[in-house]
């Protein structure tokens, strides 16, 4: 058995995602975790296995339904988390242009690793326009690190609400 990342692409219907899982567990593979959603009328995935190597023809054979799947070895990924604090940071303010761009930057400029990222824009109920939402689970080397990324964060704007807490590691739920 090999642990495999596959990423998922395709037009959203249903049974798309029992399609994938029926084709896993016919060759006696795990479907281990997976992250997935309907983006502009697509459905994309990214879904971590175990399962033996002859999945990959089955896999090829669904790009004739309409899906797109690309494959990665996962064994790196089994490997400790770092030590690092994980965190949680949830952000909402105005949206704008590059407003990814700029908190990504902050991040990567504190040395903090985003482990997952989930972004969204929604109508403002008051103001009328548009706020931007992003939620994401981070791991930071130091406290120093969490506080320059407080800093950074702040500066990128006056109504931009940024919280930051502790979250529990994976294993810890």
């Not at 049974?15 to 029926?22: C, D, F, K, P, S």
């Not at 990814?100 to 991040?107: E, H, Y």
Request: hydrophobic content about 45%; overall charge negative; charged content about 25%.
């Amino acid at each position: 058995m090999a642990s495999l990342i596959l990423t998922v692409i395709g037009s959203d219907r249903p049974g798309l995602v029992r399609t994938l899982a029926e084709t896993v567990a016919a060759h006696g593979g795990s479907w281990l975790e997976s992250r997935m959603a309907r983006l502009a009328g697509q459905f994309a995935g990214i879904v971590r296995v175990e399962a033996p190597e002859s999945l990959l023809a089955d896999l090829k054979a669904l790009e004739g339904q309409g899906l797109r799947i690309g494959v990665q070895s996962g064994d790196e990924g089994l490997a400790a988390p770092p030590p690092a604090p994980r965190l949680a940071l949830e952000v909402v303010g105005n949206d704008r242009p590059g407003i990814v761009r700029d908190i990504t930057q902050v991040l990567a400029g504190c040395g903090i690793n985003i482990e997952e990222l989930v972004t969204g824009v929604a109508a403002g109920s008051f103001t009328g326009g548009t706020l931007f939402r992003a939620t994401a689970l981070l791991r930071a080397p130091d406290e120093d690190a969490v506080e320059a990324m407080r800093e950074g964060l702040e500066q990128l704007g006056d109504e931009l609400m940024v919280d930051i807490q502790e979250a529990p590691d994976e294993a810890e739920g």
